[in-house]
């Protein structure tokens, strides 16, 4: 594999630099990242209007190294579509998503900064386009952060029906947890997977959002050529037994039973392994910063949830937990965190490094208490 940089000394100007205070310089020299800029980019939360915007102009900013294009599926309440930003013209492909449920939307932002991270003109952000080919969804979930009923954003999208009994992970005059409905099935990407038997299709996937992730997982060459798959969430509060505040969680595929049924146990037990090597490498590059104790999350078992769908479709697939809305400033520690996280992992894929890293690091990993409703 062709490497572009020494992969430990750049690994640790990008820590260094996307972590630093506000004095800091506005970029790392020689480095692949430009710095958050936390007042204007992390700490506010932008609605469709400005969401839509912004990427429009990172995409136009990059001079052709970056794609705007609209998801193939409007959202269920709306009609509006979900705004989605290719960057770069490598071999590998790697695939973000954040955002899928309404009320976990400061992670939204962590994806944005990759984006305009990865669409400037620094060297390190070049080379990192010639070798990689990213799809980033910054907001899945369009409904449930700013087109609710309510007015406030919700975990599903808004698709709201009286109904008794409710389909599954469907809440009553709500809507679908985007989230558990992303078809696992390399024959049948339209596939329902809450309904009928695992090996065959289940009926049409009533959830456009999830399509949409679904579309954009195959146009960027499915399992087949997408090696890495992170989904960006927010968590509950949550203490480790000594009392320390655990401010994140990560965890990789566990739908082992499904892989069986479908007869890929090798191959989703691969995806697995290469899963925890990209644990390992977040875990590195965020160990010992504020705002990044880590937790392994007690991940749950449906196939259809993101971690797990993409896993068995062939990809390493991750899932990352933010602690949630906690205010403005926090937000912006928050968003900073996930971004060097997901920053981390697009570097040692662009390198190659992330395939020489040891699975240590993840399985030590300590997992984090009992979930609680709100999570992945």
């Known amino acids: 594999?062709?490497?572009?940089?020494?992969?430990?000394?750049?690994?640790?100007?990008?820590?260094?630099?996307?972590?630093?205070?506000?004095?800091?310089?506005?970029?790392?020299?020689?480095?692949?990242?430009?710095?958050?800029?936390?007042?204007?980019?992390?700490?506010?939360?932008?609605?469709?209007?400005?969401?839509?915007?912004?990427?429009?102009?990172?995409?136009?900013?990059?001079?052709?190294?970056?794609?705007?294009?609209?998801?193939?599926?409007?959202?269920?309440?709306?009609?509006?579509?979900?705004?989605?930003?290719?960057?770069?013209?490598?071999?590998?492909?790697?695939?973000?998503?954040?955002?899928?449920?309404?009320?976990?939307?400061?992670?939204?932002?962590?994806?944005?900064?990759?984006?305009?991270?990865?669409?400037?003109?620094?060297?390190?952000?070049?080379?990192?386009?010639?070798?990689?080919?990213?799809?980033?969804?910054?907001?899945?979930?369009?409904?449930?952060?700013?087109?609710?009923?309510?007015?406030?954003?919700?975990?599903?999208?808004?698709?709201?029906?009286?109904?008794?009994?409710?389909?599954?992970?469907?809440?009553?005059?709500?809507?679908?947890?985007?989230?558990?409905?992303?078809?696992?099935?390399?024959?049948?990407?339209?596939?329902?997977?809450?309904?009928?038997?695992?090996t065959t299709g289940q009926g049409d996937n009533p959830v456009p959002e999830a399509l949409t992730v679904r579309n954009a997982y195959d146009a960027a060459g499915g399992g087949d050529e997408v090696e890495v798959v992170l989904d960006l969430h927010h968590q509950g509060t949550y203490k480790d037994p000594d009392g320390s505040m655990v401010t994140a969680a990560t965890t990789w595929p566990n739908a082992t039973e499904t892989a069986d049924e479908l007869g890929i146990r090798d191959a989703f037990d691969e995806d697995v392994e290469t899963s925890k090597k990209v644990v390992s490498t977040l875990l590195t590059a965020t160990d010992g910063k504020g705002y990044a104790n880590f937790s392994r999350y007690p991940g749950t078992l449906p196939p259809g949830i993101s971690r797990n769908a993409y896993g068995l479709l062939g990809s390493a697939s991750v899932l990352i937990e933010m602690r949630g809305d906690i205010g403005q400033k926090s937000n912006g520690y928050i968003a900073k965190t996930a971004y060097v996280a997901s920053a981390s992992v697009v570097d040692a894929l662009a390198d190659g490094s992330l395939y020489r890293t040891s699975t240590a690091r993840a399985e030590a990993l300590k997992e984090r208490g009992p979930g609680v409703d709100g999570d992945e």
């Open 1 to 198: 594999m062709r490497g572009i940089r020494a992969a430990a000394a750049i690994a640790a100007v990008i820590v260094a630099g996307a972590l630093a205070g506000p004095a800091a310089a506005q970029t790392t020299p020689g480095g692949p990242w430009s710095q958050p800029n936390q007042n204007e980019s992390l700490s506010s939360i932008r609605d469709y209007g400005e969401l839509v915007k912004t990427m429009q102009q990172y995409v136009q900013r990059s001079d052709g190294a970056a794609r705007f294009s609209w998801g193939a599926y409007a959202a269920k309440g709306s009609e509006r579509r979900i705004p989605i930003v290719s960057v770069g013209s490598g071999d590998r492909k790697m695939v973000i998503i954040a955002n899928q449920h309404g009320n976990e939307y400061t992670v939204s932002n962590s994806a944005l900064e990759i984006i305009r991270a990865l669409t400037s003109n620094a060297q390190g952000a070049k080379a990192i386009r010639d070798e990689l080919t990213l799809t980033i969804i910054p907001r899945v979930n369009v409904d449930g952060f700013d087109a609710t009923t309510t007015g406030s954003p919700w975990r599903q999208n808004v698709d709201p029906f009286s109904c008794s009994p409710c389909p599954a992970f469907y809440e009553n005059n709500r809507g679908y947890d985007i989230n558990r409905y992303h078809s696992y099935l390399s024959s049948d990407p339209l596939d329902d997977p809450n309904t009928g038997p695992v």
